[in-house]
């Protein structure tokens, strides 16, 4: 979108993607468009992966510990976070805690990557200038369904990097309790999921993770954009790194609340064991296993893991959204 700070001498056509600079010649900037929102996206969420990946294997391994399988640990007791990373760091070495650290990256490449380039392709279309300011403007609802579509889609794709992820973060805990080892690395993962369970296997869990990866997309990118908006109008401040961490913070709790009942479900549906036929052995859907986990473990269990889950999102949010921004600044691009 349009910003006061923009450079002079770059000038933005509403009909043409905002991604997109253009000079008063009417050449592009050469780093521009769609393709450098792709590679900026996942530079910024492969950095922001570094910092906080620990909290997304600990928030997976507190979704899963109350289900039937995990109830396999000889009459070990349920732990909380800090008993989670204690125990991952003791029993499995620090490289527990970074567990398929390879999927997420890869995984970026699909999920990050393309819901950016989804979301700024509808917003371009649904965003409109006010007559009485010139500006453009992108109400509540259409950027919420803008990061709905935009999340789902990019969701739908990436999902068997999403079930490798889950399998191998959960690998430690397995070994830790005596259950032979299913993974090591991603192509195994991938080859694994596949011979066991065809190709419905690799989208397995995809409707309750589409789910949470449109609320996800809605309560990150979409809050994001709109809370830049408003921090930027009600403050009177430009854009900088005061309004993008204020942006990114509303951002990451947004999502976090939003998707973590999503995001619970998600998890032990893709982790569970399936029969020959690829049908899961604990849940027979995503309905099945929120109504299993509501009246086995209380409606509390909905948001387990939620304090690490904002732990890790918050952070996460804080850290790509100011790399990805400055990304942007150093090409020469105005803010998002």
Known sequence: MAREDAPQNYIRHKYLSPTICYLDNGKTQPFSGLFALYINTFLGATNAEFFTYPMDVTKTRLHLQGEAAEKLGQGKLRRGMLGTVLGISREEGLSGLYAGLSAMIIRNLFFNGLRMVFYDCLRSKWAYVDPGSGKDVLTVSRGFGAGCLAGCAAQFIANPLD??????????????????????????????????????????????????????????????????????????????????????????????????????????????????????????????????????????????????????????????????????????????
């Open 163 to 336: 079930v490798v992820k889950i399998r191998m973060q959960m690998e430690g805990r397995r070994r830790a309790l005596g259950h032979p080892a299913r993974v090591s690395n991603v192509r195994q993962a991938l080859g694994d999921a596949y011979q066991h369970g065809g190709l419905r296997s690799l989208w397995k869990g995809c409707g309750p993770s589409c789910a949470r990866a449109m609320l996800m997309t809605a309560g990150d990118t979409a809050c994001y954009d709109l809370s830049k908006r408003h921090f930027m109008a009600w403050l009177q401040w430009p854009d900088g790194l005061l309004i993008q961490f204020l942006s990114s913070i509303t951002a990451g709790f947004a999502a976090s609340a939003l998707s973590t009942p999503t995001d619970v479900v998600k998890s032990r549906i893709m982790n569970q064991p399936t029969d020959k036929t690829g049908k899961g052995l604990h849940y027979k859907n995503a309905f099945d296993c929120y109504l299993k986990l509501i009246t086995q473990e209380g409606a509390t269990a909905m948001y387990k893991g939620f304090i690490p889950c904002w732990m890790r999102i918050g952070p996460w949010s804080v850290v790509f959204w100011v790399t990805f921004e400055n990304l942007r600044k150093l090409q020469g691009q105005t803010g998002f």
